[in-house]
Structure formats: structure tokens, C-alpha cells
């Protein structure tokens, strides 16, 4: 436990903003939040970082009273607090900025300011509280067009907004979800600017975010979340990215050696199977999400591709697949080019993907087990014949996949959504490892699941790299992919930002790649 | 049950269930096909009691206009025979749901049905199923061994309110709204525009078709246009009234169709194509419950149900003494309609010295020159 | 915590939703009688002549079999559409249009029936889909919502079938109003006043569910449906196939305006479509989602019109009908809602079973 630090040098005996407690929240099988501690102090921007499913976020709900803790209190300025409600959150002036915003798009800025808020004036007309929203945007310094409707405005703008919605209504601790998530690098430093005239005010930040750069750049404090409950509390000062990078992806890693192939394993093909020179991707914005990649993939190996979420990894895995276009660079497949981005193709060739949103992305949730596990095969015998689509073959292929997942399942005609998440990825996972002759692209496959399901998983990923498929397997958890992996990538701001052996890799080293140091940097780092 | 309808149906409905619920159980059946040594039950008299007449109105009865003066006479028949049960559908669409309201009224045991209006094949598919069955159809065509029609030769009254129409128009543009173009709006607009020309062969009409008997917006934005192209006298062909409130605002003069409508409007009103069919329903119910109903066709003459209404205040006297002299001639028997009569687009219709009869007025499919707006 | 004490499931049992349907049918019944016996109608008679007249007799079964025929085939259309997830709500106009286009075939076309009644098909179909067609486009290229385009066309095919009749086309024979002449071809009657046209829709629908079960392209349409991003990552052409559903789909429609046109009214007509259209929306609502139940929801649909012209025989209003009519589809409505939902027993409070759990 860390003792609370006193950044501004505040009068003894002045309570910190916000206490939590002992903390515990849980949902059905997991514990989303246990015995967090946390101390908010007047005049201080806090970052709360850890990887997806760490917990802040439940944690900042539980703050702000959209959920109910089951252990541990809550203390505002010195009081115990019970929220059952956000309402109730708000009058005590805490306020949240959501990472997707909750505006109504066809109303007017000044209008949004106003809807729901107490002191807005009974009978209002837009003059009035486009003045009202006027002043509030100058005295807290955002400034906003109140006459502006809010489907016209930009990320940024529309951001400002949300924190003037929350600041009009006396917040003195403002919680922010990933705000820097939509913006352009220049809204970014007025947010900051702004941020940082809010807390000279003596007001208190909390910023959710996984990015180390800006966590360095705005926080005082900075609280790292793992697995649901809290690692430390750190000054800023004393931290770099790359030790704040180790500790919020590294558990204490036990490193088992997964690698060594059995009698009779497929060696590592000398040639690739899929190759990809200097590809790049942009978004719809222009945004440059995967940049100058290059990589070679091999029959018989493993690659862990490891670095902090949002850093490219989905990019990879859509160019991967076939689902996205590159912008530019080339794709060889089998050393020939693959000039267009169709899923069917890349799957025709044996390219198996389990993707990261399965539900979303991999699945029709209301349709039957069956018809779901037929998606990847059902154009070939013998589900498909002569334009037919056998309801009995997709039944029996079903019924084999979920054998071999080990899912136990009473009707394959119920959606497959009345199963649980752990099952669905169960059966993702078979279903693509069936397809998978040359490649499996495996995006966080362990997630989500308990231990021993884990190490399943990681038994598919090492069996089906011992029948001589190329695995490209992107984790964020550092453990496994040190464990299966044969090489290691690390992906920062879109880049593959070095390739290593996975038997030698250090952490600290990863660490330092995955929040964005150079890898030449690194080595000479090293060679002093 | 409506809230406006007429009282003492309630009784009426429920003698009438009654009644039905009896022939129901007698296993009535559709189709049943006479055969030929058969005798159509209509032949033979039918006592009130036993009785049941059916009417097809096309819009609501109290749209004020074409079903009001039709369901006046379903009450006169009611007055007539107390003791026999009418039972009528309103608003009866153009389409298939028309079949099945008349074959409703055959199953439950209706032994007369009127359509107040043109129902065409949907009132003869069934007429052709239940021979059993006096069907007549107003503004029909068909006369077969159980379906006659009926219709009010118009044309005159329209002829006798176009002569007043020709006095009184400044602008020398009569509009003329109508529902489709079809023979009876062709023969209106063709009346009225021939008395106005007897008078001033100059006078020219504008006509719009708004495809609906019954939608008072339309008629209104129609009149409307018609009022902004300088036309200053409305007539036409409507089931309801609204144009007259178009021209009252827009002190133009109007002429209406199916009933006095003084009271929507007594400063533009000029006159009426007045209808009373009550005369008319009572004498056929008669014949049925007699045995002596006949199929055919029948119109309804100027006197004789279909009459101008009584001239409105801003009739002058003069106009409106010439109007009625042609009034007295033709009830003495002169017709009016003798050729040449060209059509809109030049061609001679109507050869000189020819007079068409009511039935070649009946079927008119074409303009007379001066009409623009129907082909 | 507060504590709810019932669960909304995503997903009901069929079985759960035919009871709750009964019930919320059952229950808006004896709401209609109540009011129909304050208003001084004998709602036990009204209903012996209801049923006498759709259920228990001959003739009502034929009007049935002629009201469900429509019904059949917009219904059809409007779930075929539906299962890749998009909304045909113009089947009134695709009927029009396939109603037009068949007629223009049976008034220039001079031959025997069986040479004018396919090709009458065949236009009806082609005219239907050509209704279609911009809609079908907007969508699967610019990603124009398909609800406003196909509604909005339904006025001018509504419009252009008023155009027709009263000007080109209008009977010139026996004047009929708002009408073409009476076509010389029909579709041959079958039973009654029921033609063959109504056993060919039972057999296209109970076809199209054979089609979406069976075949590789009734598979696709159901993934795109159920998840376009799946479908996508599965290699399917989405656009191909939202292009290839909506064409048939207002197919379908078109084929049901040639059926009404070639077997019912003999006529082109303004207003024939009667609502068909639209109604063929509620029918699939009905239906939900599934081809074959549009068979018992268009003999509920048809059930429903049909007990509302009797009614209009005894003196009760079209706009009370439509009200009924109204009452029974909320009713039901509101019944498939509840069946979602089921009673929550107290559970024990999560933390500590969770907690122990992974403790």
C-alpha cells in the first residue's frame, strides 16, 4: 500500500477529494473490481491505467453510481457516501465524461448543456440559454458555440460539451473515459491545457486511459489496475512508459516453455506462407492505423504479436484475413500477390481467423448453434452441393466441432447467444482451427477465460503449429505469449516495432517497445 | 354503430339478427345456381315482414351530398314498410373488399341490394352467383337476369343551371370539378358548358379530376386553382361541398350537385342538380315485395328525381326566369342536345340535326369544344 | 440493490408466444363485445354470424381463400426482405406496379390463356422487381434507407395506376370508372370463387422457406441478416445478396398484383390493392421472421378483414372496424412482448457466490 503522497503541499489535515475503500464489485464468474484503495486529492489529475478488463471502468461506475459496490466504502471529503444513483453522483460533484459521448445530435449546444440540469430557467428561449451556456463556456474555460447543433460538431467539440454539461453542474471531480481516444493530436493539448486550468482550481481529475505518452504527460499521479484490483500508486515524476508499460500488462510471469515441439512436429518452414512488405492502412479519417508494416509468416511457428491494445493489432489481423484493403504495400500468399481483400478468398486458402469480438464480428447471435458453426464451410460438401445448403451435414459438422471444444450443448437449434461467452469462443476457436491448413490468425484468444481454458487454448495454438500451420497469435498477455510464441512482435501507434526471438526476450525490453521506444534506442541503451 | 346514424335502427339490427340467425341455420349457401325450370325467387311476392334490402353506399351518409340523399331514400323505404330490415355498408371501397360486402348482404339473406354506385364486375361477379337476388346498380351499365341499373339523367338540370351560369360568369370561365373522367362527369361538364354557350358561345371551361368522389381537401385546393386561373363560376360533380366554401371565399358563384346546399354558403350559391331517389327506392322495393320487379335499366327525369334546386339569392331575376323558361320546354319534351355538336378536339360528334338520346348521353366519353381538362 | 421481478430474455419459445397471442386475441375479444353490448349490439350474435359467415360456411371459406392470397405473397415479400435484415415497405406499390405491367400484357397480348397468363406472370414478377429496383440500388450503393424509398414510391405507383385508368387505359367499352376494360383472360377458378392462384402462393411460400432453409444462397441471406459484419468476415457478398432479396421480394409483391388482377377484380383499378401492401407488413410482423408462419398469419389477417366487413353489414362503421382491427393487432402486439419476459426468482446475492468461486 502505498502511502498518499501530497502533490500540491496542501494545509494538513484537508481530506482528499475522493477515498475508495476496499472496493469489490463482481459480476457472475468474475470479479470485476476487489480490495481497490484509491486517494484523490484536491488540485491533481490521477490516471487510472490498465488493459482492457483491468477494471476501471467498473471501478469509475461504481464511483459515479451507476453500480453499487458489494465491499468497501466510498468517502467524499471526509463523509461516507452511498450512491444509488448517477443523479445522486452528480449532486455530490462527481462527473463523468463518457468515452462515447451521450449528447442528443439534433439539439442545439446550449440546449444540451441544459437538458436535465436543475438550475436550467423554467421557460427558457434559446437567447437565454445560449447566453447561459456563453458565460458557463468562458468561466470554465472550454469554449464551445452554444448556437451550434451538436451533429455539426467535431470529436473535440462535442467533447468539450460533455465536460461543460458535467463542470456546469458544480462537478469538482471530473472523470474522464479514453477523452483523448477521438481527438486529433492539437484537440488534444487544448484539452490538456484546459484540464490543467481546471485543476488549479483545485479540483480534481480522474483520467482513464491506456496510453503511457499522454498518462506521462498530464497526470500527477498515476494508479495501475490489474486483473480488477490495484498494483500501486506511482508519482508521475518517478515513472517512465516503459516500467509503467511491464507493470500494467506483466503479472509475475511464470515462464513455461511451450515451444519445444513433440517427436514428430512439423519444422519451421523455410519458406513463408504469407508474407506482408511495408503495408499500411488508413482509416475513414485519414488516419495512418497501420504503418510500413513488414512481416514473413512460417509453417511451424508461432508469432505473438504483444503491445497495448488499440496500437494496430485489429488492422493487422482485417489485413491478415482479408477483411480490410491496404492502403499500400503488398501481400504474398504463397509468393503470389494478393491484389484483393475478400475474406472468402483468404479463407479458401486456409486462412483460419478466431477475431477479437467474436459475438460482433464472428457470429450471428440470433441464429441456431448449427447454422453458426456451418459459417465457415457451409459452401463446400458435404453441407454444400449444387447450390443446397444440407441442414443435416451442418448438424453433424456442429455437432463435431462442439465434441472437440468440449461444450456441452442440450438443442443446436437455440441462438447460439443463449450460450456463454466462454462457450462461443470454445466453438469460434474449433471452427476456425478446422479451416486453418495454412494459417490461424488468433486475436486475443485467451480472453475471457479461466485458467484451464487458457492453457486448452494454447494447446490448439501449439498443436496446429505442429501440423505445420503458420499461428499468428496477438495477446496481451505477456506470460502467454512468451510461453507459445516462437517470435515476438511489438505493435506502438500502428508500427511492428521490432521482431524477436521469443526464447531470449526479456520483459523489461518489450515493456520499453510497447510504449514506444525505439528498438535501436533500446540496444544502445543496453551497450552503455 | 355510428353515433349520426338515424334512430330506431337499433330495433331494426336486432330483428334483423334475429331474422339472419334463421337463415343461417337454414343452410344458405353461396353460389347457388338457379337452374332453368327454376323461377328467381323475386318472381314471387315476398311479404314485408320477411324482407331484407341491402345498400352499397360510396361514401359516408353523411358526407352531405351523393350517400346522404341515397341513404334519404333508405329512410323513405323504412317509412314506406316499416316492417321490413334494411341493412347498409358505407364508404364501400373500389376494389375486391366490394365483391365481398355484396356477397355478405346475399348471406345474410338480403333479397334486394342497392350499390348506390358503380361497382361494374364487383357487384356483377356477384349478381352472376346468387340469381336469387334483385341486384340494381346506380350509374351501372349491366342488365342481366338479376341486375338492372338506374341513374338520374342529369344532363338537364346541368343544362338548365349552364344557362344561368353563361348570364352570370364575367370572366367567361366556368370550372368544373369532377371525380374521374367518366361518362356521367363528361355528360355534367358538357351540359352545363352547352346552356352557358346557348347564351354566349364564347364561355369556356376548365375542368379538374381530383380521383375521388369524397375528399374535400382535394375539391378545395382544385377550386382553389381553378379560382386562380380566373375561372368565376364553379360547378361539378362531388359528393360533398367544399368547393362551395372555396368560392364564397373567393365571391365567385357556384352551382353544386346532389342537394340544396344554400346554407354552406347562400352568397355564392346559385343553384343545385337536386336528387331525390326516395320515390325511386320505394317504387322498386314495392315491385319486389309484389313479384313484378323487372332487371333494366331506368333514369331518373327531370321532375322525377332529379330537378334544379330552388335559385339561390344572388340569382338575378332575369337569369334566373330565362333558366326556367328552358326548364318549362324541356318538361314539355324539347331537348336541347341536337347537333352539330363538335368535341374538344375539333371532331363532330354530334351531326347536325341530330338529337342523341339519354342512353348516348349516358355513355358520353368525350368533351364538347370549350372543355379543357378532360380528353 | 433493487431488485426486478421479471427477466426480458432476448429470444421467446414459439410455444410461449402462441399462448400469449391466444390470450391477448381472447382478451381484446371480450373487450369488443363489452363495447359492442354498451352500444346495444348483441356481441353473441354478431359472433355467430361472424363465424357462420368466415369459418363455418362455404362462402366464407372462399372469401378467406380469396383475402389470404394477397396477403400470402406481400406477406412473403415483406419476411423475405426481412430476413437479411431490411424492411420492403413498399409491396403496395411493387403490387401496383406488377398489376400494371400484367394488364399491359393482357391488353396487347391477343392469344389463348395459356399463352397470356405466363406471360402475365412474368410481368407482373419483372414489374414488381423494376419497382424495386432504385430502392434495391440505393441501398446496396449508397446505403440509402430502403423503408423511405420503398414507402414513397407506393404513392406513385398508387398515382400512375389512377393515370392509367382514367386516361390511356380507361375502359372505353363499358365505362366502368377508375378502370381498364375487363381483361379477356383470367386465372381459372378452382373452388368456388377461389382461383388457382391462392394453392400457387401456399406452394411459393411454403417454396421460400424450403429456399431460406435449404440452398446456400437461403443460408447466406439468413447470416447477412442476422449479422452483416459476420457475414462480411465469412466471404459473403453482402451487397449481391441484399440486391438479389429485395428484387424478389418485389417480385413477390408484383406476382401478387398479376394474381388480383388476373383472378379477382379482372381489371386494372384504382385502390385495388386494397392496403395489400401494407398489410402484408403486419402479416410478416406476425410471422415473425419465419416464411412459413406467414401462412397462419395471413389466415389471422384475412380472419380479421373478413369479421370486419361482416360487421360493416350490421351497421357498425368502417372507422369502428378499423379501430377493432387496430385493438386485436395491439393486443397481440403487446402479447409477444410479455412472452419475453418471465418472472425472476430472488437470487441469492452475486458477490459472494462469485467471490467464492474464484477465491
Partial sequence: MNKPSNPNGRAPGTPPVLQLRGIGKFFPGVIANKDVDLDVWPGEIHALLGENGAGKSTLMNVVTGIYQPEEGEIILDGYGQTFTSPQEAIRAGIGMVHQHFKLVEAFTVAENIHLGWDEAPRIASPAVMEARTQEISERFGFPVRPDARVCDLSAGEQQRVEILRVLARKARLLIMDEPTAVLTPEETRELFRALRAFRAQGNAVIIISHKLDEVMEISDRVSILRGGRKIGTFNTADCNPSMLAATMVGRDIVRRDMRTRPEGAAPIAPEPIMQLRHVSVRDDRGVETLRDVSLDLHGGEILGIAGVAGNGQRELTHVLTGLMARTSGEILLDGALVDRADPALFAAAGVGHIPEDRLRSALAPSLSITANMALREYAQPPIGRHGLYDATAAGALAHDIAGLAQVNIPDFAMPIRNLSGGNQQRLVARREIRIASRVLVAAYPARGLDIGAIATMLGYLTDLRDQGVAVVFISEDLEDLLNVSDRIGVMFHGRLMSVIPAAGADIATIGMLMGGREPADIQAGAAQ | MTVSGPRGRLLTTRRGLLGMAGAAGSGLLLPRHATAADQPAWRRPLAESDAVIAFGHTGPITDGGWSMVHDRGVQAVRRAFPRLRTIYVESVPYSADATRIFRQFVAEGAQMVFATSEYGDFIKDVSDRAPDVAFMECDGNNVTGNLGWYYVAHWYASYIIGIAAGLMTRTGKLGFLGSFPIPSVYASANATLLGAQSVNPSITMQAITINAWFDPQAATQAATALADNGCDFLCGIMDEPAYLRVAVQRGLKAAMWNTGMLNYGPEAYVSSVSLDFNDFYVSQVRDLLAGTWQPQGRFLTLGHGVDRDAWGPSVPESVARQADDMRTRILAGYVPFTGPIHDNHGQLRVPAGVTPSDLDIYHSDWAVAGVSGLE | ?359
Avoid at chain 3, 365505362?175 to 411459393?204: C, D, K, L, N, Y
Avoid at chain 3, 385495388?272 to 406467414?294: D, E, P
Wanted: with cysteine.
Fill in chain 3, 1 to 359: 440493490m433493487a431488485t426486478r421481478a421479471f427477466q426480458r430474455l432476448p429470444t421467446a419459445p414459439a410455444g410461449r408466444i402462441l399462448m400469449l397471442r391466444l390470450v391477448a386475441i381472447i382478451l381484446s375479444l371480450f373487450i369488443i363485445a363489452c363495447v359492442l353490448a354498451l352500444s346495444g349490439h348483441s356481441p353473441l350474435m354478431l359472433a355467430e354470424l361472424i363465424i357462420h359467415s368466415t369459418l363455418g360456411s362455404r362462402f366464407g371459406l372462399e372469401d378467406l381463400a380469396l383475402f389470404m392470397c394477397p396477403l400470402l405473397l406481400t406477406g412473403a415479400a415483406v419476411t423475405v426482405c426481412g430476413t437479411i435484415g431490411l424492411w420492403n415497405i413498399g409491396a403496395e406499390g411493387q403490387f401496383y406496379a406488377g398489376a400494371i405491367a400484367a394488364t399491359g400484357v393482357a391488353l396487347g397480348v391477343h392469344g389463348s390463356a395459356l399463352t397470356v397468363l405466363p406471360l402475365m406472370t412474368i410481368a407482373g414478377i419483372v414489374g414488381g422487381m423494376a419497382w424495386i429496383t432504385v430502392p434495391t440500388l440505393a441501398r446496396a450503393y449508397a446505403g440509402v434507407n430502403e423503408i423511405i424509398t420503398t414507402l414513397l414510391l407506393n404513392f406513385i405507383a398508387s398515382l400512375l395506376t389512377y393515370y392509367l385508368t382514367t386516361g390511356p387505359w380507361r375502359d372505353r367499352i363499358s365505362g366502368a370508372q377508375v378502370s381498364t376494360q375487363r381483361i379477356s383472360v383470367s386465372i381459372p377458378e378452382m373452388w368456388g370463387i377461389v382461383h388457382w392462384g391462392f394453392p400457387v402462393a401456399i406452394v411459393i411460400v411454403i417454396g421460400l422457406a424450403l429456399v431460406l432453409s435449404r440452398t446456400r444462397w437461403g443460408y447466406e441471406i439468413r447470416i447477412g441478416g442476422a449479422n452483416p459484419e459476420a457475414a462480411r468476415y465469412a466471404g459473403i457478398p453482402v451487397r449481391l445478396r441484399i440486391i438479389s432479396v429485395m428484387l424478389l421480394s418485389g417480385g413477390l409483391a408484383g406476382l401478387a398484383g398479376m394474381f388480383e388482377v388476373a383472378g379477382t377484380v379482372h381489371r386494372l383499378q384504382g385502390g385495388m390493392a386494397n392496403n395489400f401492401g401494407y398489410l402484408g407488413i403486419v402479416v410478416a410482423v406476425l410471422a415473425r421472421g419465419s416464411c412459413l408462419n406467414v401462412i397462419p398469419a395471413a389466415l389471422l389477417m384475412a380472419l380479421i378483414l373478413d369479421s370486419g366487413i361482416v360487421m360493416q353489414t350490421q351497421q357498425l362503421s368502417a372507422s369502428v372496424i378499423l379501430a377493432i382491427t387496430g385493438l386485436i393487432l395491439f393486443m397481440i402486439a403487446i402479447g409477444d412482448e410479455l412472452a419475453h419476459y418471465r418472472p425472476l426468482a430472488r437470487t441469492t446475492p452475486q458477490g459472494t457466490a462469485a467471490g467464492s468461486k474464484v477465491s
